[in-house]
């Protein structure tokens, strides 16, 4: 064959195949539509061909239960499947063809004359003499087959005709690939705005400008404008005026960053108020990285605001009762650093707050003898969460001192590990004055009683004591005188009488005068007086009383003589009115520091749980008058049984009693 022959040829069917393509290329310019685009293409092809019938089959998959002609065209007097519609049941026949087609990327000719026949069914239902096919691959989705049929007569094309079409149909699919995409993104945002419109959300879009190009109807609803009035720049109208510029500023540096970003402002409601939003926004990116603008999704946070704001009023409010509390509170960690103090503790203190958190240790601001009762109840208070009731004597920043009294729980973790003490002090110190003159006053009226009872005492001894005693003398001059005379022995016994009642009101005013105040205290000391009482009250109950003396340094202060005296009286007068005892003993040591006597009996003792109210008054008593001397007293059921009644009153330093 001449060179010079085959050259204008093939420069023939290149322009040719130039120039389909070309007008497949317009088609799918001319048109978003994909239906318009694909017949557009059938119908090139068509003219192209010279052919009957162009269609598209769907889906060209051998295991599929049917198939069907989304699109064809044709010449009027040869209809195809698209004019009967529905599904065609798959056969083996087709079946093969589309194995066939899906192994080659090359188009295949069927007809009488060549290597690939018409399926009989295909034949029979729509007159085909011969025909193209060749499978689409777009993708998206399963393969589709693209074909032609001659139906007037069988036409067998050449290899110019084939490569055409083949062409055509890689056109075809790249072609399908952007319509596809193209409907299902269309799809995708109708999808997207149906399902954004429902949304109880606001929903906006902006492009890459900071536009707003897309508002929600609840957005719309929200602030009772249309999508045009929000377009653009027109939704800063609805936002509050104060915030306007602070979103704005914080909106624009968020785009230029290309970041996503969160914000709070004040949106104008339909009804004119304005409702806090929380407004979080993405940016969009295409499958290539390149920006595309932002989405962003916003809730109305009203509630959640008015919320936090109550919340910090009551915050304020708990904290400004917390700092100006009547009481002082604290915190301590577990190494007993003060990590929390109100302004009460402060002012009492003379501290400042940076002077004291997290710098200062506790048992650095108290005294020695309440460092070691913090040594000793800190760790109880980390184990057992509490205590109750604690006297600490804490040290201020000039140095004086105030006592305090303080309760504590423990904060724990979820691990049940200690985090920090939380306490409660209340400066005692209004009533431990209030306390020391009540005693003093006490002891006063103690003394002023005692003095009372003991000028009693003298008056009743000195004037009616004198007054008994002369008539105990008249009486005993009027029985002589009566005895002298027979006549008037009659009288005698009625002079006898008077003379006993003289007797009987001696001896009861012998007993008042004891009763106020021993003599035998005043003259002859504490230890006489100790056994004197003892003598008479075996004398009078029968129950056997016994004094011992361990040490006795002689001369003992008034005060305390009578303190002593009147709690042995006392716990002489329990053990016959409560102990059934046989026998008690008084024991009396006198040393230079410190005086202790103890009484103690063999009786039934005292039970156990006994409340306040049951408690004898005098024992209330001798506690009373142990108080007063700064003493000690306790209450006890010694190991072989009965009760025990102890007391310890120290004495004033060098031996100098308090006069």
Known sequence: MNTDRLLPQELSHRLRLLDVLDRITQAGFASENMEDVLSSVLDLVLDVFDADRAWFLYPCDPDA????????RTRPEWPGQFTLGGEIAMTNDVSKVFSELLRTNATIQFGTHTDHTTPQSVVEQFSVKSQLQIALRPKIGNAWVFGLHHCKSEVMHDEEDMHLFTAIAHRISDTLNVLISTRQLRESEVRFRNLADHAPALIWMADTRNLGTWYNRRWLEYTGRTLGQELGFGWIEGMHPDDRQRCATFCQ??????????????LRRADGTYGWIADTGTPRFDEHGIFLGYIGYCWDITERKQAEELLFKSSEEIKDLYNNAPCGYHSLDKDGIIRRINDTELAWLGYTRDEVIGKIKWPDIITPASQQIFRENFPRLMKQGFIYELEIEIIRKDGTIFTSLINATAIYDSSGDFVMSRSTIINIDGRKLAERQLHNLAAHLQTVREEEKAGISREIHDDLGGTLTALKIEAHWLKTELSANKKTIPLLDHVESMSQLINNATAAMRNIITGLRPTVLDDLGLLAALEWQAAQFYKRTGIRCLVNCIGDKGDLDKQYSIALFRISQEALTNVLRHSG??????EFHHSDEEIVMSVIDNG????????EASIPYGIHGMRERVDQLGGRISFDIP???GFNVTVILPLPANGAEET
């Open 581 to 586: 005892a046989s026998r008690v003993e008084i």
């Open 604 to 611: 039934r003792g005292m039970t156990k749980n006994r409340t």
């Open 65 to 72: 239960p049917s198939w069907h002609v989304p699109l064809e």
């Open 253 to 266: 540096t968020a785009f230029d960053g290309q970041q996503k970003f969160d914000m709070e402002f004040r």
């Open 639 to 641: 190991p072989g049984g």
